[in-house]
Structures are given as C-alpha cells and as structure tokens.
C-alpha cells in the first residue's frame, strides 16, 4: 500500500493557521456583539452574541481536529483525517445550540426598542467581518480539501446572514418597529439550518460514505486506460476527513509477479498525482490471460517490410490472434500520427502504442529508445527476430 504523501501535510498546516485565527476573530466578534447588546438592550443583538460564542468553541474544536489529522500512530494505519469529521460533527452540534438558545430568547423574551446608536455600528462591523471571513475561508477550505475549514467557514456565512437579520431589525427600531425579538427569532432558523447541514455531512464521513461517483469512475477509467489492464474487478472507496481512500482489485493480462507489482506500484502513484484528494490507493492485482493475443509490428508501408525505427516508423501492422492456437483473427494497418515530429517523437510514439494496448511488439533494432522503454516499462513483451 502507497503510504501518505508528506506533501499532503502541507495543506493540514496552512488550515490550521486559518482555525487558529479563526477562533480569535470569533472571540472578538462575540465579546463585542455581547456588549453592544447588553448595552443597547438588544435581544437580537445578544442572541447574535451567543452564536459567534458558540462559534469559538467550533473554531477551537476545528483546529483540534486538523491537529490531531497531521499525526501519525501504528493504531490507526489509516491515518487520523476523521478527526476533522469529528471537529466537523462537534461544530454542528454547537451550531444548533445556538439555534436552540436564539429561539428560545425569541420566543420567551420581551418586546424591546434598542439603543440604534450604539448597536447599529457594531452590527455593521461584525457582518462585514464574518461575511468577509467566510468568503475567504471557504475558499480556503475548497483549496486545502479541508471539511473543518469549510464547516467553519458556511458558519461565518449564516452569521453573517444572521446579523443582517439583526441589522434589519434595528432599522426597523429606528423608526419605532419593535422588530427586534422578531429578528432573534428568523436569526434561530438560519443557524438551525446551517447546524443541520452541518450534521449530515458529518454523520456521512464517519458511516464510510462512498467517494463520488464521478471521481471514483474517473480512478477506475485511469487504471483500465493501461495496457495491461483488462478491466478492474472491484473498486472500493471511503471518504476520510474530506480525504478519499481507494482499493481496488484488477486484473491484468500477465502472469509475471515482477510486472504485476511494478504495474501497481506505478498506478498507484498515478492515482495520488492526479487526484490531490485521495491519500492512500491499494491495488491488488489478478491474473489472467486474455484468449485473444494483441500483436504490433512497425512497417514501412502497408504490406511493407517491417521498419528498422520503432519511433521512425509510418506505419504498424496490428494483429489480432487466439492465444492457444496462434490463428490470426483480424490484421490492421495504422499509420503512425508521430512519425514525423521533431521533439519527443519517441515518448510520443510510446505513448500512443500504450493506448493500443499491446501485449507484445516485434522490434528489428537492439537498441532501447524511449518508445521501447516506455512499452517494456509497462509490461509489453518486446520481440527481436
């Protein structure tokens, strides 16, 4: 098994960062908030106050959780990235506390008339600073594939949209509207939605969610794209802390141990290049022989000779055969699209013999260019009459 890139850790550092001003920014967002509304008797305001408080606590959860991520122990040989589907979780709990306490001040408390003057202000400031924030942080979040910073951040979103709510609210107080209980309570609903969502993405992380589809069949048209490849039996997939971790079970045209681990190997760093999420690939290889055996030969035209430069080559006669009693099925000729090129004309020309897919290809030259090292690389037998 491909152990996790040390370059994956990277990303966790700069999210901690993030979490670690997240809680401070928080922490200030709710002192001021809690004293701007107790000075301005404002339920709103207040209650606005106790989500940004409850927010300190996520923040810190967050942090905890990208922490704990980066760690290594022989207990978890999965790595620790669920800690952040914990952080995650212990959010949206405290998210829909908040809910629940802005409600019930809603509900129970009393008809007010707020200082505007001094409530105004500090409303203002604070939805500029949360909606800010969060844009930034959710970005982040989405770069750094970090759930916990998301999570955090679709919170500074919906109190940025709450205290607007309360921004609405002291308008209306300024004209003499006791508005501001009301706006207490529409400031509840959003917090109890976002705490919600929250949830669910959670609860799915850590119940061993599938990764999507659309990846998951862009992995498995990665690995069946290589030549010995036949079809991959079996993909299995999990999500970890918004890290994804693939195993999957193929089947290849080979009998070789050697070729057959080097494949793998090979396909497995394959598929932590070119899909950042994923952090730790399996893949277990099978054996078994297509009936059908897959012939190329380079030729100097159509019933030609056979051409003494693989890469210089115009032309290559495809043979399809049965294995067992050697009868040609089907001959094809197609013209090299690379025959001609300048620069890398032989790993141009390898490549695109790969996409044929191969199982053995007669050569005339003993020399080794980059086409015939790209095709022994990946396992196609090489014949020298």
């Known amino acids: ?229 036949s079809e991959v039996k079996r993909c299995l997939s999990r999500t970890a802390g918004g890290r994804f971790i693939v195993d999957l079970d193929v089947v290849l045209r080979t009998k070789s141990h050697e070729i057959a681990d080097r494949v793998s190997d090979r396909l497995e760093e394959d598929i932590l290049s070119q899909f950042p999420r994923v952090v730790m690939s399996r893949i277990r290889p099978h054996y078994g022989h297509s009936p059908i055996l897959h012939s190329v030969m380079p030729v100097t035209s159509p019933e030609g000779k056979m051409a003494e430069n693989i890469a210089k080559a115009p032309w290559f006669l495809i043979e399809t055969s049965e294995r067992e009693t050697g009868k040609v099925q089907k001959r094809e000729f197609i013209e090299n699209p690379y025959w001609r090129e300048e620069r890398k004309r032989g790993y141009l020309v390898g490549k695109w013999l790969l996409s044929l897919k191969p199982d053995q290809i007669t050569v005339a030259s003993k020399r080794e260019g980059t086409a015939i090292a790209l095709l022994k690389e990946a396992g196609v037998e090489i014949i020298r009459p």
């Open 1 to 229: 098994m491909t152990e996790i890139k040390p370059s994956k850790d990277s990303g966790l550092k700069a999210a901690r960062r993030r979490a670690a001003f997240s809680v401070g920014l928080n922490f200030l967002l709710s002192v001021a908030k809690g004293l701007a509304g107790v000075f301005a008797n404002s339920t709103a305001l207040i209650s606005d106050a106790i989500h940004s408080a409850t927010d300190v606590l996520a923040s810190g959860a967050a942090y905890v959780g990208l922490w704990v991520a980066g760690k290594r122990h022989p207990s978890f040989p999965y790595g620790l990235y669920k800690a952040e589907t914990v952080a995650t979780l212990v959010i949206s709990m405290a998210v829909l506390l908040a809910a629940y306490e802005i409600g019930r001040s809603a509900i129970f408390g009393p008809d007010r008339i707020p200082d505007v003057s001094l409530a105004f202000p500090v409303a203002a400031g604070s939805l500029a600073a949360s909606w800010l924030f969060g844009f930034f942080q959710l970005r982040a979040g989405r770069r750094l594939n970090s759930p916990a910073l998301i999570a955090d951040a679709r919170d500074y979103l919906a109190d940025s949209l709450s205290t607007g709510v309360v921004l609405l609210g002291l308008i209306g107080a300024h004209y003499g509207y006791a508005l501001d209980r009301w706006a207490a309570a529409v400031v509840s609903v959003f917090v109890f939605r976002s705490g919600g969502q929250l949830l669910i993405m959670a609860l799915k992380d850590l119940l061993d969610a599938s990764i999507d589809r659309d990846t998951e069949r862009a992995i498995i048209k990665l690995v069946e794209s290589h030549p010995l490849i």
